[in-house]
């Protein structure tokens, strides 16, 4: 097993500060209308994690795909993507069918969360350039 690179513990820890304020954000909502519940808050709770390792586990792949050729990233891209995604609906369905436990909505709205985090860090975050990764011979005969 390799190492975590930093730059995927760097941005999974913005990614879950991110999501850690949208769902106070959420919840403080609910409060206020009045549709707060412990459904809303497991809900939350499911579709935040279940974001921060969809996020963490894309990053990764991307670490492990850049150190191979083309062909084989390109499997290694389309593997994760479909499983992760697969995850997710799993995640949807068993929030779904378990409406007196987690809230749909609250489950779902954590998933799209790290998509506008990633908009707003490209838009207003810091401008230091992400290190490329770049294979050495060594590595390439691990795989």
């Not at 930093?6 to 549709?35: D, H, N, Y």
């Not at 992760?84 to 998933?111: D, K, S, W």
């Amino acid at each position: 097993m390799r190492k975590i690179d930093p730059v995927v513990r760097k941005e999974t820890g913005f990614i879950a500060t991110f999501l850690l304020a949208g769902s106070m954000l959420i919840q403080g909502v609910c409060i206020v209308v009045g549709w707060w519940s412990l459904p809303v808050l497991l809900g939350n709770l499911l579709g935040a994690v279940t974001a921060v390792g969809n996020f963490f586990l894309m990053g990764l792949m991307i670490q492990r795909a850049v150190l191979q050729d083309k062909k084989k990233a390109t499997n290694t891209v389309r593997l994760s993507q479909g499983g992760r995604l697969l995850m997710q609906g799993l995640i949807l369905v068993l929030a779904a069918a378990l409406p007196r436990v987690f809230n749909i909505y609250t489950t779902a709205i954590p998933l799209l969360l790290p998509r506008i985090g990633v908009m707003l860090r490209n838009k207003f975050g810091p401008a230091d350039p992400v290190p490329v990764v770049t294979a050495t011979a060594d590595e390439e005969d691990e795989d």
